[in-house]
């Protein structure tokens, strides 16, 4: 069993090692390895500080086939473009739990927001963008641990995965991240060509 991070790695050294690996080794990740990193991801900021991201981990073959029965019917399995997606030895799914973040808003020292009214009383809902942020931050943390990550949607299957894996029904997955040690023979998604977009595209100074 590979442990333990390569050379350690800046932020920014890590963002420049991101990618979404699509093929992974069978090799087996230590449960404790992932409960480290996803305790370190969860410092991410919270609204209110909430708290309220929280995470499934599918740790294991049995509990890693179980997720792709319920998301990828076999009939499609054959066409599937990235099968040694399948082979990740972790799956880690973020959720947003609204209901962490309505009790807190409805504490005195945040209850004049009126954001403890109700879901719809946000105009963004912060559970989602909490949720993602500590969902980059984990990623990171892989790339430095000197494995690789992929997140991906669930395109529908989010109630699915929920059924199977007894989620309170308010809790909003974002996706799910794979980790695992990225095999050699990794197949890149087209998307990976793409250009990146020059910085003076993406950056408005003053005004649009």
């Not at 319920?70 to 609204?98: I, S």
């Not at 909003?172 to 793409?194: M, V």
């Amino acid at each position: 069993m590979k442990t333990g991070p390569q050379d350690s790695l800046s932020v920014t050294q890590a963002l420049a090692a991101r990618r979404s690996c699509r093929s992974y080794e069978t090799t087996p990740v230590d449960l404790k390895v992932i409960r480290d990193l996803i305790d370190r991801a969860r410092r991410t900021p919270t609204a209110g500080n909430s708290q309220g991201v929280e995470f499934l981990i599918l740790h294991g073959e049995n509990q890693v086939a179980s997720y792709w029965d319920a998301t990828l019917d076999e009939a499609r399995r054959d066409a599937f473009p990235w099968p040694g997606l399948l082979l990740a030895p972790v799956l880690v799914v973020p959720y947003g739990v609204p209901e962490r973040y309505l009790n807190r808003y409805q504490e005195e020292d945040k209850e004049s927001s009126g954001l403890g009214e109700s879901v719809n009383a946000w105009p963004i809902p912060y559970w989602i963008v909490d949720a993602a942020s500590a969902a980059t931050a984990l990623q990171l943390l892989v790339v430095e641990s000197g494995m690789g990550c992929c997140f991906f949607g669930q395109f529908g299957n989010e109630e699915k995965v929920s059924q199977r894996f007894s989620v309170p029904k308010d809790a909003q997955a974002i996706g799910t991240i794979a980790i695992g040690w990225a095999a050699e023979n990794d197949r890149l998604s087209t998307s990976a060509t793409r250009e990146r977009r020059p910085l003076e595209d993406v950056v408005h100074l003053s005004e649009w």
